[in-house]
């Protein structure tokens, strides 16, 4: 039960695009389409953006999105806003109802 | 509206025990697998326990090595968390998450409870 590994901090301007990345290993990312990416402000709960890979549930904007290639998942962000601003977590099914999740990247809106 | 109320958290010190408590409601508790996961102060989240709709199916973090136990009340609409021999490293925010009809994603979580283990 390893963490999958984040960046700790990507950045982008007002407009612009970024993509953050979380790798595990085949037991976890590259084994099940099960990859969720939340969206966390400081002090609130976690919010989730993306499931199963490339799901988004109602009320997320399609500005965000989500891939996978192997063992790495991805989430884009286009048309960067200031709200974007908070941490992001990945989260994969391990088997035998047991998840496991990034350690976080901090998106920094310049 | 979907709600998970956590509470129970608190100040113990160490070696301590600790009980906490995620009512639910808005939804068909009795139908939904739920979650713990814990935040350190600072740092990212961690998975901590799983338990299926009817308890039949139960998970635990590997680093928790027997300290935890998980259980619910599908009467009472409620998740507990037995936390036993608390240590430092156990401080965190704990958090109950719904797992989605899907079976693949935390779709509700609560406000999360602050545990504190200190002397």
């Known amino acids: 039960q390893s963490a999958l590994t984040q960046p700790r901090s990507v950045s982008g301007s007002p407009g612009q695009s970024v993509t953050i990345s979380c790798t595990g290993t085949?037991?976890?990312?590259?084994?099940?389409?099960?990859v969720s990416w939340y969206q966390q402000h400081p002090g609130k709960a976690p919010k989730v953006l993306i499931y199963?890979?490339?799901k988004r549930p109602s009320g997320v904007p399609d500005r965000f999105s989500g891939s996978k290639s192997g063992n790495t998942a991805s989430l884009t962000i286009s048309g960067l806003q200031a709200e974007d601003e908070a941490d992001y977590y990945c989260?994969?099914?391990?088997?035998?109802?047991?998840?496991?999740f990034g350690g976080g990247t901090k998106l920094t809106v310049l | 509206e979907v709600q998970l109320v956590e509470s129970g958290g608190g100040l113990v010190k160490p070696g301590g025990s600790l009980r906490l408590s995620c009512a639910a409601s808005g939804f068909t508790f009795s139908s939904y697998s739920i979650n713990w996961v814990r935040q350190a102060p600072g740092k990212g989240l961690e998975w901590v326990s799983s338990?299926?709709?009817?308890?039949?199916?139960?998970y635990y973090a590997d680093s928790l090595k027997g300290r935890f136990t998980i259980s619910r009340d599908n009467a009472k609409n409620s998740l507990y968390l037995q936390m036993n021999s608390l240590s430092a490293e156990d401080t965190a925010v704990y958090y109950c998450a719904r797992v989605s009809a899907t079976g693949t994603t935390y779709d509700y979580w609560g406000q999360g409870t602050l545990v504190t283990v200190s002397s």
């Open positions: 338990i299926s709709s009817s308890s039949s199916f139960i």
């Open positions: 085949s037991s976890d990312v590259g084994g099940y389409n099960y």
């Open positions: 989260c994969s099914y391990a088997g035998s109802y047991t998840w496991v």
């Open positions: 199963d890979v490339t």
